[in-house]
C-alpha cells in the first residue's frame, strides 16, 4: 500500500513556466520534507514542515515555495523553473524528527 | 561539522561475495545512523538504521558497524545478490535536527 504519493511521476514544464508538484500521505506524520535529487547526488533537503511550522533550509532559493494545506497534503511550487531546477523531487514524512522517514517515489520534473 | 562523508561511490561485487561501504561524520551529537536503499527511478527507502548505544546491528544480510571514538559507521551486504544493486545512501541525524546524506554508492551486483 503507497502511503506518500507523489504526482505526478513525470513532469515535463517549459522554461519559466510555474509548476507545482504535489505529496501525499496516509501516515498521519506530523512532519513532511521535500528533497531535490539531482543525478547521481545525494537528495538535498529544500525545506520542511513541522506540523503547521515551515522550515527553510538557508541555501534554497526563492523560487521554491511550499503549501501545506492540511496534515495528508504538501505542495511545491516552483515560480520560475530555470534548466538547473530539472531534477527528482522527493517528498518523505517522519513521525516527530528525524527518526525513519518515508519517502514517496518522486516526481522526476523535466525543463525545456 | 554538518558532512557524512561515504566511500566508495561504486563498488562491484561478485555474487555470494561482502559488499562494504563507510561512512564518516564529525559531528559527535549526530545519535541516529540509518542507510537507505535506492533503486532507479525510485525513491530511498529505509534499509537498516543504529543508535550510537550499540556497536553492531543486523538485519538478515545487513549489517551495520559503528564505530563511536572513530566517527565511523559502515554497512555490510553478506552473500550480496544482483537484486541488491542499488544506491546506498548512509545518512546522520539528531532526533529533531535533518537527515544530513552520504553522497552515495553505486553497486552492482555481478551473477
Known amino acids: 500500500d503507497a502511503m506518500v504519493i507523489q504526482n505526478p511521476r513525470y513532469q515535463v514544464t517549459q522554461f519559466g513556466k510555474p509548476v507545482t508538484l504535489s505529496c501525499s500521505q496516509t501516515?498521519?506524520?506530523?512532519?513532511m520534507y521535500w528533497y531535490q535529487q539531482k543525478s547521481s547526488q545525494a537528495p538535498k533537503l529544500l525545506f520542511h514542515y513541522y506540523d503547521k511550522d515551515f522550515n527553510n533550509e538557508a541555501d534554497t532559493p526563492d523560487n521554491f515555495q511550499s503549501r501545506r494545506p492540511n496534515t495528508s497534503f504538501c505542495f511545491l511550487d516552483i515560480r520560475s523553473p530555470g534548466l538547473g531546477d530539472a531534477a527528482m523531487y522527493l517528498c518523505?514524512?517522519?513521525?516527530?524528527?528525524?527518526?525513519?522517514?518515508?519517502f514517496g517515489q518522486g516526481t522526476r520534473l523535466t525543463v525545456v | 561539522q554538518q558532512q557524512v562523508k561515504q566511500s566508495p561511490q561504486s563498488l562491484i561485487v561478485q555474487k555470494g561475495g561482502i559488499s562494504i561501504i563507510n561512512c564518516a561524520y564529525e559531528?559527535?551529537?549526530?545519535?541516529?545512523f540509518p542507510w537507505y536503499q535506492q533503486f532507479p527511478g525510485k525513491g530511498p527507502a529505509l534499509l537498516i538504521a543504529i543508535r550510537p548505544d550499540v556497536s553492531e546491528k543486523k538485519e538478515g544480510r545487513f549489517t551495520i558497524s559503528f564505530n563511536k571514538s572513530a566517527k565511523q559507521f559502515s554497512l555490510h551486504i553478506m552473500d550480496s545478490q544482483p537484486g541488491d544493486s542499488a544506491t546506498y545512501f548512509c545518512?546522520?541525524?539528531?532526533?529533531?535536527?535533518?537527515?544530513?546524506f552520504g553522497t552515495g554508492t553505486r553497486l552492482q551486483v555481478f551473477p
Open positions: 518523505a514524512t517522519s513521525r516527530e524528527g528525524w527518526t525513519e522517514a518515508f
Open positions: 545518512a546522520a541525524s539528531l532526533d529533531t535536527d535533518k537527515l544530513i
Open positions: 501516515l498521519n506524520h506530523n512532519v
Open positions: 559531528n559527535t551529537a549526530f545519535d541516529y
